[in-house]
């Protein structure tokens, strides 16, 4: 179990895998990006791969931006 602080699980140290590190950074994407690539409507050259290769900016806006998807208000 994750030690809570201020509400929220903390990581005790970073995954020890290069390839766990660069899935854990998923866990930033916008909840809209989220939702709609759970539902398979990401853009068609929008894979797991490029997500796992690509910088992932943290403003939620910007994502879109990159990513391809429409901005989102």
């Given amino acids: 179990m994750l030690p809570i602080c201020n509400g929220l699980p903390v ?11 660069q899935i854990l950074r998923l866990a930033f994407l916008a909840p809209d990006l989220q939702h709609d690539i759970l539902a398979g409507r990401q853009p068609p050259p929008l894979t797991l791969e490029g997500l796992r290769c690509r910088e992932i900016p943290l403003c939620w806006r910007e994502q879109c931006h990159v990513f391809g998807w429409p901005a989102h208000n």
Wanted: glycine residues 0%; charged residues 35%.
């Fill in 11 to 21: 990581l005790e140290a970073a995954p020890a895998s290069r390839y766990d590190r």
